[in-house]
């Protein structure tokens, strides 16, 4: 007859342990695997989102520029709070820099028909710059997925379904600086909306010419 060694009280204590230590590797494997896969999906959601509301700057904020150094027809870039301010013959506005596809923060280009297979002779192109001077073909190009913007934030090649926001911009009491309000969407144009907006600031007065198709 063979012997069992797990018949004595010593053999079924080891018994018990070693059944024991495998259930807990079992369950350290499996809880492991389970941090993997969500971590994993975070780091897929990361992807697919990159960066694009994570921004913890404050909503309101001083412009860093003398407001008379934005010429007519130049473009401020405020990378660090994803803004951009557009002088036109209309005035100022400041563009919020989010890509309306999936968040990311598009680039100003002297040349946003360039590989978009667009030809700047578009007539659709004629009333977004024909109160932007020097005029030419100016705008954004989102460096994730290729969309293309108009210097006015319309949306015309690319995935991106609609335009970019535009922020409210206005003046402090002294009229010596400038101040956007992140957190104050101004002009909000939905899916397949090409119209030009008239929202502006009057960089001599401080008026501001609101507009109500798109607030």
Not at 141 to 163: E, L
Request: aromatic share 10%; charged share 15%.
């Amino acid at each position: 007859m063979a012997y069992n060694p797990y018949d004595s009280p010593r053999g079924r204590l080891e018994g018990l342990v070693s059944t024991t230590r495998r259930q807990f590797l079992l369950i350290m494997g499996a809880l492991g695997g389970l941090a993997a896969l969500v971590l994993g999906s975070v780091e897929t959601l990361k992807f697919m989102v990159p960066g694009a509301l994570s921004d913890e700057a404050p909503a309101e904020y001083k412009v860093a520029v003398d407001p008379k150094s934005i010429a007519l027809g130049t473009v401020f870039p405020d990378t660090a709070h994803r803004v951009s301010i557009v002088r036109d013959t209309g005035g100022l506005y400041a563009v919020f820099m989010v890509c309306t596809h999936l968040g990311c923060t598009p680039n100003y280009t002297s040349d946003v028909f360039s590989g978009s297979g667009v030809s700047p002779s578009n007539p659709i192109l004629v009333p977004h710059y024909k109160k932007f001077s020097p005029g030419g073909s100016q705008g954004w190009a989102c460096p994730c997925h290729g969309s293309r913007y108009y210097i006015d934030s319309t949306n015309f090649y690319g995935p991106a379904p609609r335009p970019m926001d535009w922020v409210n911009i206005t003046f402090t009491a002294d009229h010596s600086t400038l101040v956007v309000d992140r957190g104050t969407i101004v002009v909000l144009r939905g899916d397949g909306v090409t119209t030009p907006p008239l929202w502006r600031l009057n960089p001599d007065t401080g008026a501001i010419t609101a507009d109500p198709r798109f607030a």
